[in-house]
Structure formats: C-alpha cells, structure tokens
C-alpha cells in the first residue's frame, strides 16, 4: 500500500492565473497517475508521470496546460496553468507501487476558478 | 476499447436493506476490475479488485462482487448496509496493462434512508 498526500487540499484561483498541485508518497512508487474529476463526474486520467521520463499525456490534454513534474521517486506535482472557470475540478494523483494495477489515491484538491 | 458502465447514476437504500450496485464492462479477454468508494471530501479507496480465480471476491467494509463472465458484470454487493455507506462508488477496469492505465465508470451515488 502507499499513503498519499496532496497540497493544497483546496484553493479558489482567478482565471487566467495557475496553481501548481503537490503530490507526495510515503514510498518510493515508479508510476504515478494525476486525474481530473469535475463536478459530478467520473475520474479522467491526465496523464501518467513516472520518474526520470517524459509524462504521458491522454487526448484531450496538452502539457502546456497541465505540466507535470517527477523529480524523484516520491513526489510529482501538476500545475493548472492559464486557468478558466472550465478547470474547476478535483485533482488527484494516484500510484501503483507494486505494479500490479492496483491504485492508491490521494485526498485530491479541490480547485474552484473564479 | 475497454469500457466500463454504471447504469445507475442514484440508488437509496433503507439502512440494514441489502444492496447490489451494477457494472458492465467491455473487454474481449479476462477484465481486471474494480471496485472504488469515494466518501464526501475523501479521496478513492478500494474495495475489493478481481484478477482471475474465484469469480466471488470479497472485499473490505463487508462488500462482496460476482464477476459473471456470461453477463459481463461485476455487481457489487453488501447484505446489510450501514449509514456510514453512504458515498459515491465507481467500477473500474484496467485499460492498458502495460501502462497500469485504468478507466472509471461513471459512478452510482449511494443513499442510506434512515
């Protein structure tokens, strides 16, 4: 299992501006997801980061906007940036420490653009 | 391409009534599924996963889930539930093996009416 924590839990950000999301891990994890979840809806993969390589973006999402960090084997973080009122979500990250298909998820944080 | 639904979007059950929430999937060979609980203001938590094997899993909080092959089902269950089941629950199946890559439902928003 892994345990994860996500920072900040919550902001209220003006469009146009970005906020760069924290996920931390209490174990080394190689595979490390960031979904999307609007109000109401399901979870849509953004893109898969794994340490030391480039993140995988899913269609429908540009690393112009979503970019993705992976400096180490712990931590990631996803920024929004040029935000609109369309980008209020929950984000959440999630790993897959074994491999094994099973994901562990973080509190996500939740953004509302205003 | 691997799918995943949930045709109930809202069940409300009495508190100690049994439950079953229902899942389809799409997919030619042996899915990987699961089953997630999200609780308000929580993040996703596992309930129970079903790889190959005993086609009954059992999982946590008392849950249990059949995978029917002939139905393509992956029903959720629990004989009496409590207050504290109240919650948003998602069925997922892995998409891209290679990529740990897994797709969510749309959800089924569960009610406990005292």
């Known amino acids: 299992s892994a345990v994860i924590s996500q920072k900040p839990s919550r902001d209220i950000c003006q469009r146009g501006t970005s906020l760069t999301i924290q996920c931390q891990v209490d174990?080394?994890?190689?595979?490390m997801f960031w979904y999307r979840q609007q109000p109401g809806q399901s979870l849509t993969l953004i893109a898969t980061?794994?340490?030391?390589?480039?993140?995988?973006?899913e269609s429908g999402f540009v690393i112009d906007k979503f970019p993705i960090s992976r400096p180490n084997l712990t931590f990631s973080t996803l920024t929004v940036s040029n935000m609109s009122p369309e980008d209020s979500s929950i984000y959440l990250c999630?790993?897959?420490?074994?491999?094994?298909?099973?994901?562990?998820f973080g509190p996500g944080t939740r953004l509302t653009v205003t | 391409a691997q799918s995943v639904t949930q045709p109930d979007i809202h069940i409300t059950v009495s508190e100690g009534a049994s439950l079953e929430l229902r899942c389809n999937y799409s997919?030619?060979?042996?899915?990987?599924l699961f089953w997630y609980v999200q609780s308000p203001g929580q993040g996703l938590q596992l309930l129970l996963k079903?790889?190959?094997?005993?086609?009954l899993v059992q999982g946590i909080k008392g849950f249990e889930a059949e995978f029917k092959r002939s139905q393509s089902s992956f029903n959720l269950r629990k004989p009496s539930v409590h207050w504290s089941d109240a919650a948003e629950y998602f069925c997922?199946?892995?998409?891209?093996?290679?990529?740990?890559?897994?797709?969510f439902g749309s959800g089924t928003r569960l009610s406990i009416r005292p």
């Open positions: 980061a794994n340490q030391g390589s480039e993140a995988t973006y």
């Open positions: 174990s080394q994890v190689t595979m």
């Open positions: 997919y030619g060979a042996t899915p990987y």
């Open positions: 079903y790889f190959s094997g005993d086609t």
């Open positions: 997922a199946v892995v998409e891209d093996s290679s990529a740990s890559k897994i797709i």
């Open positions: 999630s790993v897959d420490p074994e491999g094994s298909y099973e994901q562990y």
